[in-house]
């Protein structure tokens, strides 16, 4: 038996998470998740809480659920995988499982070696100087070096290969394993009979169309969605403009994952816009895609800086478990970075408070984002989930 690890969103929880939890399972094995924050990689809120999402994980066959942090959750692929895979590792976990379009765990291994060479770094570099993208870039300089051409094109390859380079830069000895994504294709708006993306599932939700997302997620999962629950980051459009028209220059320069000028570029669009949709539009571009200037836009109004990045999280910090769940943190090596309450965080250093202290703050304005806003402190409030 093995404790298999999975890093997730569940933004919300459907059957594809539960075909991959169902997998996990398999020969007994215990099943952690790390899920993330309040507020997600491409660059918006949740669609609903974290807290919300580790029941859903846990009722649908998760033992033990931790949390990634939005310093890493809202990030980019890189930094995201970097802090679930630290997460699990801390955990004990001796497997990794994702779901990729492929579904050939020896093809990205292998697109992952490429990718962490040297060689791939300077091939990247001479492609830059022929004044293409990043992402151009990085796509010739992988394809000269062996990497499929299609193999990076589609999300979840990238984000596995990213999980597996984020292990080997780090030195974390850890199996990994992957099965093929089954129904619609990443935000996809196709209906398929057995699974949907999810983003159609959360558009549905946002419109209030309960019934229909349910019926795309599993049995264990239904019932939890409720009006006042759901996230909708169109709540928040004032607060957020508001904000970024009272920083200055200077406080754009040190977001994470900022190309040169483009802090200027923030700067004077947040100005001139008048809507979320209106600030999207003045800085996106073929060399800045819409997830990377969404997240960037929300680093600034929640304080996020560099300071961080690419580094990995001070603690791991447990949502919820089962009995099987308890038995993994009662056999952790490390039990010091395991925290199950706010409490305890404290004694851990000044970065660790750093950290805590900019997901408490997170937490307080997602609070604003849901149809019936609370108060702030959740982080200090939310009760541990015991299943």
Avoid at 105 to 133: H, M, P, Q, R, Y
Avoid at 275 to 284: A, E, V
Wanted: hydrophobic letters at 40%.
């Amino acid at each position: 038996m093995s404790t298999v690890g999975i890093i997730a969103e569940f933004n919300p929880l459907h059957t594809g998470h539960k075909f991959l939890i169902d997998t996990a399972k398999q020969n007994g094995n215990t099943v952690v998740a790390v899920i993330s924050g309040n507020f997600v990689q491409r660059g918006d809120t949740a669609i609903l809480s974290k807290a919300k999402r580790a029941e859903m994980a846990l009722r649908c066959g998760v033992d033990l659920v931790a949390e990634l942090p939005v310093i890493w959750s809202m990030s980019t692929a890189q930094n995201f995988a970097l802090g679930g895979v630290v997460q699990l590792a801390r955990l004990g976990c001796d497997e990794i499982l994702f779901g990729s379009e492929c579904g050939d765990i020896n093809k990205l291994i292998k697109a992952a070696n490429i990718l962490c060479s040297k060689e791939f770094d300077i091939e990247v570099s001479n492609e830059i100087k022929n004044g293409i993208t990043f992402a151009a870039a990085r796509q010739k300089a992988a394809e000269k070096l062996g990497v499929e051409p299609d193999l990076l094109t589609a999300a979840n390859n990238n984000l596995g290969i990213e999980y597996i380079c984020a292990a080997k830069r780090l030195g974390i000895n850890i199996k990994f394993s992957t099965i093929k994504r089954i129904g619609s294709g990443h935000d996809s708006k196709d209906i398929n009979e057995t699974a949907v993306s999810a983003s159609l599932l959360r558009e549905k939700i946002i419109n209030g169309n309960f019934g229909f997302a349910e019926k795309f997620m599993p049995i264990e999962a239904r019932g939890i969605l409720k009006n006042e629950i759901v996230s909708d980051i169109t709540r928040l459009e004032k607060a957020i403009l508001s904000v970024l028209r009272m920083k200055t220059k200077e406080d754009f320069k040190n977001l994470p994952d900022l190309s040169e000028g483009l802090d200027n570029k923030l700067h004077l669009s947040v100005r001139v816009a008048t809507s979320l949709d209106d600030l999207y539009s003045m800085i996106k571009s073929k060399r800045y895609t819409l997830s990377r200037v969404r997240r960037l836009v929300l680093s600034a109004f929640l304080n996020i800086d560099n300071s961080l990045f690419l580094k990995p999280p001070p603690y791991t910090r447990v949502l919820g478990s089962t009995d099987k769940g308890n038995e993994v943190l009662a056999s952790v090596p490390n039990k010091a970075l395991i925290v199950t309450r706010a409490s305890e965080i404290k004694g851990l250093g000044p970065v660790a408070q750093k950290v805590f202290d900019t997901e408490s703050r997170a937490t307080d304005i997602f609070a604003l984002s849901l149809l019936k806003p609370h108060g702030c402190g959740n982080e200090f409030t939310s009760k541990f989930l015991k299943f």
